[in-house]
């Protein structure tokens, strides 16, 4: 008999809606539902944003669990199987833990890119964002809602360095992101970075 790994099954069967705890099977419902969760979420994690706000994996586990639990048992949990987008592998789940600790040292290291208040630095700014939001899109911990989870993510880090939210204009809807993060996964980070430099713009 032929192997198959372990798959995502989180959805109702032939369907692309997560199973969720309010039992909904309407596409459109559930996705105004997870439109408002994220708005509430955005506010949640700005308002609570201190000088203090350490941009770690608790942190980024702690946003996908707000962002989701009210629909999702799995909010918050990394991933326990493998999962694949078109031709792209994601990290193996039996190595998340250990990859995911790699890049969070590194922000670590980087003191979680909390030094570029100074606008001078933006393009260095921008070119570090790339950088772990590409290791984290490669990484892609949590079984769905990890482009989201990540964005917000950043968000955070550009608020707390008084920068607006980054504005992805349309490359959310033409596939510009999706084709930077096929690109991540050949390290290659220029398209990202393209994006996340344009997006930038301090808060006034
Ligand atoms: N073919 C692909 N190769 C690499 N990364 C991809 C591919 N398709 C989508 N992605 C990345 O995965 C993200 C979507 O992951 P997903 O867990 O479904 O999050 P969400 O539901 O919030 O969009 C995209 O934002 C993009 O960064
Ligand atoms: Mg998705």
Redesign the pocket.
Known sequence: MKYYPPSNHIYYENSDIPINKLNIHDSQLIHELERELLLKSYEYFHTNLTEGTCFDQNYLQTIHKHLFETLYAWAGEYRAVNIS????M?CPYMNLDGFSEDIFKQLESENYLRDYEDESTKEKFAKRLAYYMCEL??L?P??????????LFFDMIVTYNGYEYIDYADT?NDDA??T???D??QTDCSKMELIILTGLSKSH
Do not use: D, P, Y
């Open positions: 987008k078109g031709t792209s994601f899109i490669v892609h949590f079984s769905e809602g990890n482009g989201r989870s990540l964005r959310l992101f999706i930077a993060s096929i991540c996964m």
